[in-house]
Structures are given as structure tokens and as C-alpha cells.
């Protein structure tokens, strides 16, 4: 396994995640219908809408997944954070950065993971909205343009979210 590497400007990038005011919530509706719609859209059994704090990977969305957050150490989406747009894992077993995390060989048993990088009012990567499927998959560039279309989704409500009194 490869912990994810921390990015050279993670000092704003968590500036810019706490920020947005939104670590620690409690649940919204309105991230949970991007949630779900992405697992079905995807038919995986889990959907993420993912904060990368400093330690933790906490989801302010999460749908298939029976916990709210998991160490960073481990996170694909510490790895997905330092990508321009979108990480694909056609299957986790195959890729040696994530072979051997305890993610993939136990519980929720991850093979494949795709990942579009969520970024702050201020262009700073704080997270994804994945989708998560414990058997290898395949991907194409139209799963990518209508995963990226959700993230966009997720974006514009987190600065909503920012922008409220």
C-alpha cells in the first residue's frame, strides 16, 4: 500500500476546506440525492461525497457505507485529490498503490473506485464525490463527463453552503 502523498499547498487546501463550514455536519438531504443518484447512475453500492481533512477522509455524503469517515493513510481519495479531474481504479487488487490496503483485502472489500475532485470556491482539491464497487469494472470517457457533472453539483451546493449567514 501507498499513502497518499500530501499535496505541496495542503496548508491552504485544509484552510479552504474548513472554510467551508461544513466538516462535522450532520446529513443534508441535498447531498445525499447527489449520492444516490450517482450510485445508481454508476449501479455501485456505494457513493461518497468525501472531505479530506488533515487525518481523515469524512463523508459529508454517504450511501452504502455503514461509517462516516476512515483514516487518510488509507483513503483512495488522498490519492484522488492530487489528480487535475477524475482517478480511475479499474480494480484496487491490480494497482499497486492500493494492492494491499486494508480497504481492498477487507471490509467494504473495494476492487474498483473512481473518483472527480471537488475543489473550493477557490480552486483548492478538498474532496471527491466517488462511487465505489467491490468488483472490478470497466471505464469510459462518458462515465467520466457525467461523474465530473454530479462533482460540479456537489460544488455549487458546498458554496452554497460557504455563502449562507
Not at 481519495?77 to 492530487?82: N, S, T
Request: aromatic share 6%.
Amino acid at each position: 500500500m501507498i499513502t497518499p502523498p500530501t499535496p505541496e499547498n495542503e496548508d491552504e487546501r485544509l484552510a479552504a476546506l474548513r472554510d467551508l463550514g461544513v466538516l462535522d455536519t450532520g446529513p443534508e438531504e441535498r447531498f445525499d440525492r447527489i449520492s444516490k443518484f450517482a450510485r445508481s447512475e454508476f449501479d455501485t453500492p456505494i457513493a461518497l461525497v468525501t472531505l479530506v481533512d488533515h487525518d481523515r477522509q469524512w463523508f459529508k455524503s454517504n450511501v452504502g457505507l455503514d461509517v462516516s469517515e476512515t483514516p487518510r493513510d488509507v483513503s483512495f481519495c488522498g490519492h484522488a485529490i492530487l489528480e487535475k479531474e477524475v482517478l480511475v481504479v479499474p480494480d484496487a487488487k491490480l494497482d499497486e498503490r492500493f494492492h494491499d490496503n486494508p480497504l481492498v483485502t477487507g471490509a467494504p472489500n473495494i476492487r474498483f473506485y473512481a473518483g472527480a475532485v471537488l475543489r473550493s470556491p477557490e480552486g483548492a482539491p478538498i474532496g471527491t464525490l466517488c462511487v465505489i464497487d467491490s468488483n472490478p469494472r470497466s471505464w469510459n470517457p462518458l462515465d467520466t463527463s457525467i461523474l465530473c457533472a454530479l462533482r460540479d453539483v456537489v460544488a455549487d451546493e458546498l458554496a452554497k453552503k460557504e455563502s449562507k449567514p
